[in-house]
């Protein structure tokens, strides 16, 4: 069964759960299992997880996706699990009273204090990856050896965008200006308010 093996990277099993709801959303069970078969985590259709994970199981899954699809049709999955995570993570994981404290405060003391509160759980989505924040006018969150690192980070980008959206400010826009999937030696994500920047 995967998931088995002590001693290993882990990562929250959302990134695995939100992703075949993402795919059985675009091309139903037929897409799910093949990309789930692709990345050999073909039992986790019937059985989900419901603990951490191996980073490298999620890894597979999210780099079948990015290589089996065609790049708008992967970006889209992977955008959509991303939003799925996030909108979990707001239902399931930051307190009530926190989230309305956030969505009291002005933007500009919101978001170091989300950043914050990323960073101190960023083992969920990073693994064994370095998570280090910049707080400011256009925060940045980045990560060092992102182990689920695909071109342009799409799922990444999502939840964290999910996350500003809800409880900083509803025209939070996330990009990544460096990418590990793409040689960088590091994933930055920059949150930007208002239109996307072209």
Same mark, same amino acid.
């Given at each position: 069964?995967?998931?088995?093996?002590?001693?290993?990277?882990?990562?929250?099993?959302?990134?695995?759960?939100? !992703?075949?709801? &993402?795919?059985?959303?675009?091309?139903?069970?037929?897409?799910?299992?093949?990309?789930?078969?692709?990345?050999?985590?073909? +039992?986790?259709?019937?059985?989900?997880?419901?603990?951490?994970?191996?980073?490298?199981?999620?890894?597979?899954?999210?780099?079948?996706?990015?290589?089996?699809?065609?790049?708008?049709?992967?970006?889209?999955?992977?955008?959509?699990?991303?939003?799925?995570?996030?909108?979990? %993570?707001?239902?399931?994981? %930051?307190?009530?009273?926190?989230?309305?404290?956030?969505?009291?405060? +002005?933007?500009?003391?919101?978001a170091p204090v989300l950043l914050a509160a990323i960073r101190r759980h960023a083992w969920t989505f990073a693994g064994s990856g370095d998570v280090t924040t910049t707080a400011g006018r256009r925060p940045v969150l980045t990560i060092a050896r992102n182990p689920l690192a695909t071109p342009g980070c799409p799922w990444h980008c999502a939840v964290l965008e999910t996350l500003f959206r809800a409880l900083v400010?509803?025209?939070?826009?996330?990009?990544? !200006?460096?990418?590990?999937?793409?040689?960088?030696? &590091?994933?930055?994500?920059?949150?930007?308010?208002? &239109?996307?920047?072209?």
């Amino acid at each position: 069964m995967p998931g088995e093996g002590a001693g290993v990277a882990r990562v929250g099993p959302n990134a695995i759960t939100q !992703t075949a709801a &993402a795919l059985r959303a675009a091309g139903g069970e037929t897409l799910a299992r093949t990309m789930f078969g692709a990345a050999g985590l073909a +039992p986790y259709l019937s059985a989900p997880p419901d603990e951490m994970v191996a980073e490298q199981e999620a890894a597979r899954l999210h780099a079948a996706i990015a290589a089996g699809l065609p790049p708008a049709q992967a970006a889209a999955v992977a955008r959509d699990a991303g939003r799925r995570t996030g909108a979990y %993570i707001l239902a399931h994981r %930051i307190p009530k009273p926190v989230q309305k404290l956030l969505r009291w405060l +002005p933007p500009r003391l919101a978001a170091p204090v989300l950043l914050a509160a990323i960073r101190r759980h960023a083992w969920t989505f990073a693994g064994s990856g370095d998570v280090t924040t910049t707080a400011g006018r256009r925060p940045v969150l980045t990560i060092a050896r992102n182990p689920l690192a695909t071109p342009g980070c799409p799922w990444h980008c999502a939840v964290l965008e999910t996350l500003f959206r809800a409880l900083v400010a509803a025209d939070t826009h996330v990009e990544e !200006t460096a990418c590990c999937a793409t040689g960088a030696s &590091a994933c930055r994500f920059v949150f930007r308010r208002g &239109a996307p920047e072209r």
